[in-house]
């Protein structure tokens, strides 16, 4: 004996480790919604809204809202990895559920590449491939080390990130611009009245926006790893998107009041703009540090999403089997981690920032779409939303993601067409020639065979 224990070899088909409470599943919401939305998405939506952006903003909280509660409901009746994926099979389907994750991993995978070029873009634009690319390895290697430990470093995360945000929506709410002539510079201030962009600008802008909010499907795609899920995920869902929602209705006044949405819809770092145009220009770096670490929150809180929605497909035969994995030391799904983190680094060296948003937009909303359509069927003794509810997410969703701009749009379209198809070759290839019978009827008749001719018969 050499007094050395085997290696623990990986754990096909098991259950990951319930760790995480309340407060760790509301910070995990909050770290990928404050990341995503706060410093990315108000760029382009204000291009496609002007001044009613802010009415943008509403209405893709409104559809935010359907799809959480529907999502919360849904995740209390199954709490297992993988959320809307789950649900779709369980209510509609396996064809809609397969199509739900398939949205999902997607989209968030282009959504993971946006936040590595977000990091990148506010720590060194000038080597912006090289340093996501380094970001998505260091995450990919913490989120392999365990929930836990993924869970404690978004609590700093979230805490860096609330702090920069009250700063700038502070100063840009009660300092006046240092240079008079920034109208000169690109820079309109126009008042902030909500009906001259038009509805498709609004609704466009809305489309854009919602990428900002779709963090709060962390937490449902969470569902396996969360204590007393019944109870924890509709409250921490209904936290966390209520507490982004008043942080996204503040930055946008502020950000419209700083800049004008003429230069918001131009700017790439629209919170390092503004503190600049205000003169506080020994604050831009801390600005941009913030900026930094919640794009780092968000990008990890993704991970973590992305890769328990390839689990839960792995166990069902969509995806290869090895992605099925249970690592026996952390409790986390350490082949689809990896796998999902390769994936993120090829796209995060070669996509465009602006167009993974709306890619990513299209791919979400199809999910969260699937996901009103499964809320719609809960029972009422499985304690359904107000049935109206699911209904207007359910539109809002098909709405808003055919009001994204045409590149997204045909885009987003073309990768669902991909995945119906190949869901359509998996069919054809387990479907039985004719002629042949499927393998467990074979089965039973050459069993039936051997007990006619005696072999079948136990000795003794």
């Known amino acids: ?79 297992e990895a993988g959320g809307t994926y789950v649900y779709g099979r369980r209510r509609l389907g396996d064809f809609w559920g397969y199509l739900a994750g398939w949205g999902f991993v997607v989209g968030k995978t282009a959504s993971c590449a946006a936040m590595a070029l977000t990091v990148a873009h506010y720590v060194a634009p000038a080597f912006l491939r090289p340093v996501a690319a380094g970001v998505v ?9 365990g929930i836990r430990k993924s869970a404690w470093l978004t609590r700093v995360i979230v805490a860096v990130t609330l702090g920069v945000l009250t700063f700038v929506v502070v100063v840009c709410l009660t300092l006046r611009p240092a240079d008079s002539g920034d109208a000169a510079a690109g820079t309109e201030h126009v008042p902030l009245t909500l009906g001259q962009a038009g509805t498709y600008g609004i609704l466009q802008a809305a489309g854009l926006l919602f990428f900002a909010f779709a963090g709060y499907a962390r937490i449902a795609t969470l569902g396996e790893e969360v204590r007393d899920p019944a109870h924890t995920i509709p409250r921490a869902i209904t936290l966390a998107l209520g507490i982004v929602v008043a942080v996204y209705a503040a930055v946008g006044v502020a950000l419209l009041v700083a800049l004008g949405p003429a230069r918001l819809a131009t700017v790439a770092a629209p919170l390092d703009a503004a503190v600049r145009l205000i003169g506080l220009e020994a604050a831009a770096p801390v600005v941009r540090v913030g900026a930094a670490v919640a794009a780092l929150g968000s990008l990890l809180a993704l991970l973590l999403g992305v890769s328990r929605t390839v689990l839960a497909m792995a166990r069902d035969g969509h995806l290869p089997r090895v992605l099925d994995t249970v690592h026996p030391r952390t409790g986390v799904p350490h082949h689809a981690e990896i796998a999902v983190g390769a994936c993120v680094l090829v796209v995060a060296v070669s996509v465009d920032l602006r167009g993974a948003i709306g890619f990513s937009s299209f791919g979400v909303l199809t999910y969260y779409a699937i996901a009103n359509a499964s809320a719609w069927r809960l029972r009422p003794d499985e304690n359904p939303p107000p049935r109206w509810l699911p209904g207007v997410g359910l539109v809002g969703c098909v709405v808003l993601a055919a009001t994204l701009p045409v590149r997204s749009v045909a885009w987003g379209a073309a990768v669902l067409g991909v995945g119906i198809l190949v869901w359509a070759a998996r069919r054809l290839a387990r479907r039985p020639k004719p002629g042949k019978r499927p393998s467990r009827e074979k089965g039973r008749a050459r069993r039936l065979l051997s007990r006619r001719r005696g072999r079948g018969r136990p000795h003794g």
């Open 137 to 145: 390895v260091a995450l990919t290697a913490l989120t392999y080390a």
């Open 1 to 79: 004996m050499s007094g050395t224990e085997p290696p623990q070899r990986p754990n096909r088909s098991a259950r990951l480790r319930r760790d995480l409470g309340t407060f760790d599943a509301v910070v995990l919401g909050l770290g990928s919604m404050l990341g995503a939305g706060v410093f990315v998405a108000y760029a382009p939506a204000a291009a496609a809204a002007g001044p009613g952006l802010l009415l943008g903003l509403v209405v893709a909280g409104v559809v935010a809202y359907a799809n959480a509660t529907a999502s919360a409901r849904l995740a209390a009746r199954h709490p």
